[in-house]
């Protein structure tokens, strides 16, 4: 893969992710009709976990995630457990499409972090109109339906940002710390790890007894898009980079507006017409600079993901030349 453009099995992890993580908006709100946020988290990472953990015990890898364990920790803290809480507690007064626009800010988070690295290559022309066409794009989707109408809550607001942010940093704690690690392992532990830390708070929060719909939007949560997405989230670090792998969050408003147009009939506005081709070119300029094809040159990914400088190549040795040979008294060669 190089780091002008993504390869097809980029664009197809890509496209992936838009639906995978674009679907937990309409999820989510359905969950907390009668879970409290931390039961949700709870229940969420360890309905994952217990799904991944026979597979990640056969292949090894939890052996191997725990040789480096504070890392996974770290992951798991700052991929899930806060941004699951923050979400949950959001989306009680935020709608999920202005949910799904904040959250949109990731990839500029990300390029900050990555040019705050000395990563120069976010500051490419194309990619940063891409970056910011796309996120036009997602407000004219979100405003569309005037779900961005009336009063908004400030602090639901700030909450939803701050996931942003916590959403910018995991990729690169994953690309730099446990980019050797195997990572239904990393994914699992770290599941567990959050699942049986929020285990506690939530049966001191859980009041009421939840509805069907909300168990079945929580057994979804924890299967769907949790551990299949998070598998193929790393495989999309992996695949484009810790940059770009977080541009999906572009199309995910997009998403939750089909699903609600699906699911609860909601019309389909002219801004989502006109929006939703704003988010896909966006995200093409920003993910490939505007190239149709990526150019067979160095592998910029491999620097990407360890934010190292790739060394000069090693001049030829040139070996001291020879001085005159010396003869032993008897004209052999002398081995001094």
């Not at 699903?259 to 300029?285: H, K, M, R, S």
């Amino acid at each position: 893969m190089s780091g002008t453009g993504f390869s097809r099995r980029g664009w197809l992890l890509f496209g992936a992710m838009c639906l995978l993580w674009g679907v937990p908006y309409l999820l989510i709100s359905v969950v907390v009709e009668s879970f409290s946020p931390p039961a949700m988290v709870a229940g969420r990472t360890l309905i994952a976990a217990l799904l991944l953990l026979p597979f990640a015990i056969r292949s090894g890898a939890i052996k191997a995630a725990w040789k480096h364990w504070p890392w996974v920790l770290a992951f798991g803290l700052v991929e899930m457990a806060g941004p699951f809480l923050l979400l949950g507690h959001a989306e009680q007064s935020l709608p999920s499409g202005l949910t799904g626009l904040l959250v949109a800010t990731v990839p500029l988070f990300a390029a900050l972090i990555a040019l705050g690295g000395g990563d120069r290559g976010v500051l490419r022309p194309a990619r940063l109109i891409g970056l910011l066409v796309g996120f036009v794009g997602v407000g004219v989707v979100v405003a569309g339906p005037g779900l961005t109408g009336g009063k908004v809550d400030l602090f639901a607001a700030g909450e939803v940002l701050l996931v942003a942010v916590l959403y910018a940093t995991a990729p690169f704690i994953v690309a730099r710390k446990l980019g050797h690690v195997p990572s239904i392992g990393t994914i699992t532990l770290a599941l567990l790890f959050i699942g049986i830390l929020y285990l506690p708070v939530a049966l001191l929060t859980q009041h009421q007894v939840p509805t069907v719909p909300s168990i079945a939007a929580l057994i979804a949560l924890g299967v769907i898009c949790t551990a299949i997405a998070f598998l193929a989230f790393f495989a999309l670090i992996k695949e484009v980079g810790p940059v770009r792998a977080p541009l999906f969050t572009y199309v995910n408003p997009v998403i939750a507006i089909i699903l609600g147009a699906i699911v609860l009939a909601e019309p389909l506005t002219p801004g989502l017409l006109v929006g939703f081709p704003l988010v896909i070119i966006g995200c093409w300029f920003a993910g490939t600079g505007g190239r149709l094809r990526p150019k067979a040159a160095v592998d910029e990914t491999a620097v990407e993901l360890t934010a190292e400088p790739v060394p000069p190549a090693a001049a030829p040795t040139r070996r001291p030349a020879a001085g005159p040979e010396v003869r032993t008294p008897d004209g052999s060669p002398s081995t001094e």
